[in-house]
């Protein structure tokens, strides 16, 4: 039987099933794809968290569902979307690199030069699912400063292992690491 862990999430329960990263060290695996009522009862609980901001941005893939709820219920019509590689629709591109607690190899993460014109200036809210090793948001932070951005916050509905001591982040929930045995540590 595989082993879970179960936690109350803005006001709802969900059972993380637990995935092995080495020997001795197991992750909750967080997916809101395709869970609608917990994307919008966490947008709902973070933006009464939120500092205020012009636009949002997070990293492609999984953050997309809950920046897309973020940006409907605050009204904010417009987000960014750092991606995992060019496009050909992109008016240029710069990068930043990334290792990730959930990849295997190093990724690099995109910003399209025309977004960049926008983002100058501007108070930049990122967008996460959630934080662990905080490789992705600093990848993002680089990506914001290239462009000019000023980050007034960095969210996300669950903080992993070490970062939930950081306080330069805000989240609605912690998330620990596991051991072998499936217990907390």
């Given at each position: 039987?595989?082993?879970?862990?179960?936690?109350?999430?803005?006001g709802l329960?969900?059972e993380?099933?637990?995935?092995r990263?080495?020997?001795?060290?197991?992750?909750?695996?967080?997916?809101?794809?395709?869970?609608?009522?917990?994307t919008?009862a966490?947008?709902?609980?973070?933006?009464?968290?939120?500092p205020?901001?012009d636009?949002?941005?997070?990293?492609?893939?999984?953050?997309?569902?809950?920046?897309?709820?973020?940006?409907?219920q605050?009204?904010?019509?417009?987000?960014f979307?750092?991606?995992?590689?060019?496009k050909?629709?992109?008016?240029g591109?710069?990068?930043?690199?990334?290792n990730?607690i959930?990849t295997?190899?190093?990724?690099?993460?995109?910003?399209?030069t025309?977004?960049?014109d926008?983002i100058?200036?501007?108070?930049?809210?990122?967008?996460d699912?959630?934080?662990?090793?905080g490789e992705?948001?600093?990848?993002?932070?680089e990506l914001?400063?290239?462009?000019?951005?000023?980050?007034?916050?960095k969210?996300?509905?669950?903080?992993?292992?070490?970062?939930q001591?950081?306080?330069?982040?805000?989240?609605?929930?912690?998330l620990?690491?596991?051991?072998?045995?499936?217990?907390?540590i």
């Amino acid at each position: 039987m595989r082993q879970s862990y179960r936690m109350r999430i803005a006001g709802l329960d969900r059972e993380l099933p637990l995935c092995r990263i080495s020997d001795d060290l197991y992750i909750g695996a967080f997916v809101i794809f395709g869970d609608v009522e917990l994307t919008v009862a966490a947008a709902r609980e973070l933006l009464k968290k939120a500092p205020e901001f012009d636009y949002m941005i997070t990293a492609e893939a999984k953050g997309i569902p809950l920046i897309h709820e973020l940006a409907r219920q605050s009204g904010h019509n417009k987000y960014f979307i750092a991606r995992k590689g060019p496009k050909l629709y992109m008016s240029g591109v710069f990068e930043a690199t990334v290792n990730s607690i959930t990849t295997e190899k190093e990724q690099k993460l995109y910003l399209d030069t025309a977004e960049a014109d926008i983002i100058r200036g501007k108070k930049i809210l990122i967008i996460d699912d959630v934080i662990s090793t905080g490789e992705s948001l600093h990848a993002i932070e680089e990506l914001v400063a290239l462009a000019g951005g000023n980050v007034v916050g960095k969210m996300a509905i669950l903080a992993e292992g070490d970062a939930q001591k950081r306080d330069d982040i805000i989240f609605l929930e912690p998330l620990p690491l596991f051991n072998a045995k499936g217990e907390p540590i």
